[in-house]
């Protein structure tokens, strides 16, 4: 992998009192704008660029709560969704929870039968249950996310997939997904890591369960019944299931992120269990135009790059294409971002690479 620049992200102290901007998990561009997200809060943030056209930095937060904009499922309306994607498209803002069980850690304080007895405990959180659609305007020149607008002609509000139509209780028949569903994310269990919006398309990708060394990306239809402006609706399919499933060979390494580029998806990936690498870039060639269910291989699913990463640390979280995508330039943010990429005054650095051909 060729860095072609960097630049840095500069966050507020709350977000570093919360450590965000060393969670960083979901990334979108879009123009001046960078939407982003840590797995920790139940937040995204914007940031903005010092250039539109060729940005050395990022700064002046703002914080969105998503409680402040959608009914979440979860009593604690703080408690952390684990936003894991982030999509813009027209008029709208998406973003995604990893719909993920966890399974507490070993730590270096922990030994005998009090370590083991942690390892043993699986828990959940329904604010991770999410997909949501959240109306952007322009407020003083900048994009800015808001519960309702008028878009249209119409009276749009923000809108979410959650409580019993979420995606974990849609799969609990599902003949391949539904024995993961009770398995901890780290352990190859169901977590979403990515999303991409193209039209009415919603791609998720699942960063596990990879099942013989395929990777799966769940197409949703969303829409809005008036009735309920709240709340997403899934359109069913031929089936009649409310999700399509694509597998794609991505040499036994599940999905970290996704980024629409024309008709194809870039697809960010890496390993699904606790393993640093190896992290890529994978090019899904006319993924937006799927007419069926797809077995992904071959000179469908292209391999663009090869990124580095730590030892424990510097793990590519999210993509985003920066400028024209016929640039095939990429914004690569990181998880626990390795000690080089933290400045002693605060920012966290960012790698602008450049896609091959």
């Known amino acids: 992998m060729t860095v072609e620049r960097t630049v840095l992200l500069w966050f ?3 977000s570093q009192d919360a450590a965000t901007h060393t969670n960083l998990s979901a990334v979108r561009t879009d123009g001046k ?3 982003l997200a840590g797995d920790e809060t139940a937040s995204i943030e914007r940031l903005t660029a010092d250039d539109e056209d060729k940005p050395a930095e990022y700064g002046d937060e703002r914080t969105f709560r998503l409680a402040d904009l959608v009914t979440l499922p979860g009593d604690d309306p703080d408690e952390e969704a684990d936003i894991e994607g982030i999509a813009r498209t027209g008029d709208f803002l998406w973003a995604v929870g990893s719909h993920s069980l966890r399974r507490r850690q070993i730590k270096e304080k922990h030994s005998g039968p009090k370590a083991l007895k942690r390892l043993a405990r699986v828990t959940g959180q329904e604010n991770r249950q999410i997909l949501v659609r959240i109306p952007v305007v322009d407020v003083d020149g900048l994009p800015t996310l808001v519960a309702e607008a ?10 979410a997939v959650a409580n019993h139509d979420n995606l974990r209780e849609l799969l609990r028949y599902d003949e391949h997904l539904s024995p993961f569903l009770a398995i901890p994310s ?4 169901l977590d979403v890591e990515g999303i991409a919006v193209q039209g009415d398309r919603v791609y998720l990708g699942l960063r596990g369960p990879v099942l013989r060394g395929w990777a799966f990306v769940l197409e949703l239809r969303p829409y809005v019944n008036p009735a309920e402006p709240g709340r997403l609706r899934l359109r069913e399919f031929e089936d009649g299931l409310p999700y399509r499933k ?20 870039l697809v960010l990936a890496g390993p699904t269990m606790a393993l640093d690498g190896p992290v890529r870039i994978y090019r899904w060639r006319g993924a937006c135009q799927a007419a069926m269910p797809e077995i992904v291989r071959g000179d469908r699913i292209v391999r663009e790059l090869e990124l580095t990463y ?28 390795a000690a080089d990429r933290m400045t002693a005054d605060g920012a966290i650095v960012a790698d602008i690479i450049r896609l091959p051909g």
């Open 12 to 14: 507020g102290r709350a």
């Open 33 to 35: 704008v960078l939407w």
């Open 150 to 159: 008028e878009i249209g002609g119409e009276r749009h509000h923000a809108a």
């Open 186 to 189: 780290k352990d190859n269990g």
């Open 246 to 265: 694509h597998v794609l060979d991505l040499d036994g390494l599940g999905v970290r992120d996704l980024c629409p580029s024309g008709d194809d998806i």
């Open 310 to 337: 730590g030892e424990g640390d510097d793990h590519a979280e999210g993509i985003g294409l920066i400028g024209p995508a016929e640039d095939g330039r990429v914004l690569v943010v990181h998880d626990s971002p």
